[in-house]
């Protein structure tokens, strides 16, 4: 099993909110990978003493350590037990039915001898590629969905009516401190045999697709696959130097954490 990371802040002088994770099991057959982007919270309080830095790095290695030791348990049900756990850490420090408590987006891909299960809740992209070289992405595109349906409403109430779908139904879902929202990833199972790669990305980094249109989802592949993950991100920090006023290419954040996996199990 071969597997490379990079992450990187997307301001030197803010702590890196996302968590790139892996696990090989000690017979060497099959592995799990998980990447954690967390949500930052606006100005204010969010309920939660810890800050979201904290968060990602015990509910990353719960859904690590839970994904590869309960091999017969399925992905949706580890991060529900995943989230259960972490919310237990601090439950009686903080409000944790805030809607900002800390939260984060969840890409995961687990792998054995026979088979390569996947989990992917909001925004952050799994890709697939099979052994005839044709990549697959994994999306959750609901967020997407509320973006594009927020854009109708009245500037002033586009942020709020974002909010208001923010896990709640007919919105888009992350995981924070309810298990309930494990069940309604996106996953599914390919046979081993028909997989040779896997991609993971925080949003900051599948940015080189999706807002800076670097490439599509196979060149970001080729790209990961050639140069590795730190080259991609530096691509994409190179793209956003660019364009820093976001003008040509508008964003929320000039630049942002930025983290991916690469694995050929």
């Not at 090989?24 to 969010?46: E, F, K, Y």
């Not at 594009?148 to 709020?160: D, K, N, V």
Request: glycine share 10%; with cysteine.
């Amino acid at each position: 099993m071969y597997i490379q990371s990079a992450s990187e802040p997307g301001d030197s002088g803010r702590p890196n909110e996302d968590f790139c994770g892996t696990a090989q099991p000690a017979s060497g057959h099959g592995g799990t990978l998980v990447l954690l982007d967390g949500v930052t919270p606006p100005p204010g309080d969010d309920g939660c003493a810890h800050g979201v830095p904290w968060f990602v790095s015990r509910l990353g290695g719960a859904l690590v350590e839970l994904s590869g030791s309960l091999a017969d348990v399925p992905l949706s049900e580890c991060l529900a037990r995943a989230i259960t756990r972490t919310a237990a850490l601090h439950h009686r420090t903080c409000e944790l039915s805030h809607p900002r408590t800390p939260q984060a987006t969840v890409a995961c891909a687990r792998w054995s001898a026979r088979t390569v299960e996947y989990l992917v809740l909001c925004d952050s992209p799994l890709l697939i590629r099979g052994q005839d070289g044709v990549v697959r992405p994994v999306l959750d595109d609901r967020l997407d969905q509320v973006l594009r349906a927020a854009r109708e409403a009245p500037a002033g109430r586009r942020a709020a009516r974002i909010e208001g779908l923010r896990n709640a139904p007919g919105g888009f879902f992350t995981a924070a401190a309810d298990p309930q929202v494990a069940p309604l990833a996106v996953t599914g199972e390919l046979p081993r045999s028909e997989v040779r790669a896997l991609a993971a990305l925080t949003d900051g980094a599948s940015r080189w697709t999706e807002i800076f249109g670097l490439g599509d989802w196979t060149a970001l592949f080729d790209t990961l696959e050639r140069y590795g993950p730190r080259a991609l991100i530096g691509q994409v920090r190179a793209a956003e130097r660019a364009d820093p006023a976001g003008t040509a290419h508008p964003r929320g954040k000039a630049h942002d954490d930025a983290s991916a996996i690469l694995a050929l199990p």
